[in-house]
């Protein structure tokens, strides 16, 4: 099969919910307001690290729209879709862009913070 190379993002990042490979940055974010068949959905201007399904017509709430579904390039899970085409002027916008459903991506960062919450002494209280 070969390698599989994939692209640490970094910054706030959306992961594959199976296995933890960045897909998309936040900064990529476009929309929340999307849904899919499971519900909600994120539109991303980007993705990293997936492949794609075939090109098919697809029948969606905001009309008729050419997709290619997108999976993730190390486990293989389906992760959403990006729009190739859509057939209304009125949904040009999503011509390019990537769709990400909620149910199958974490929101993380890359890095992890510590807040102590342990009373502690102030510098007046030392003397």
Known sequence: MGRIFVVDLEGRT????FCKTHLALADDLVSRAFHCRRGKAYLFNNAVNITFGRHEERMMLSGTHTVADIF????GQIVGWKY????????KYKEGKFVLE?????DGTDSEFYIDTRPTLSDAEDA
Do not use: F, L, P, V
């Open 102 to 106: 909620r149910g199958r991506i974490i």
């Open 14 to 17: 959306y992961k594959c919910k």
């Open 72 to 75: 993730c390039c190390y486990c």
């Open 84 to 91: 190739e085409t859509a057939h209304e002027n009125s949904q």
